[in-house]
């Protein structure tokens, strides 16, 4: 069975970094799609970041591009997010998502089969 569990949330002023991480296990994990997903309350949770496994191409929301990087650790099958000059309005619970079968880069939440249960960032000014 696929688990994702992330880590590494907290709350930081405007400015910090901080970095997430997401083990995932259950599957070969260097062969797949994986994403960062936001939910903000009363928002709809929107992609940060996602990446192909096998060739390491990667996309990113116009919101955080120059400030996040999605990377990944296949040895220790983990997933990172670090996530620079954090802003306010990156508050929000930070979702791994995973899938495991053939797959098309993208971040919508449609495109990914698995979930961890999340880890807040809270930012404030």
């Known amino acids: 069975q696929v688990q994702l569990v992330e880590s590494g949330g907290g709350s930081v002023q405007a400015g910090g970094s901080l970095r997430l991480s997401c083990v995932a296990s259950?599957?070969?994990?260097?062969?797949?799609?994986m994403g960062w997903f936001r939910q903000a309350p009363g928002k709809e949770r929107e992609g940060v970041a996602a990446i192909y496994t096998v060739s390491g191409r990667r996309i990113y929301a116009d919101s955080v591009k120059g400030r996040f990087t999605i990377s990944q650790d296949n040895a220790k099958n983990t997933l990172y997010l670090q996530m620079n000059n954090l802003k306010p309005e990156d508050t929000a619970m930070y979702y791994c998502?995973?899938?495991?079968?053939?797959?098309?880069?993208?971040?919508?939440?449609?495109?990914?089969?698995?979930w961890g249960q999340g880890t807040q960032v809270t930012v404030s000014s």
């Open positions: 259950g599957y070969t994990y260097s062969s797949y799609c």
């Open positions: 998502a995973a899938e495991v079968r053939a797959c098309i880069l993208t971040m919508t939440t449609s495109g990914y089969s698995y």
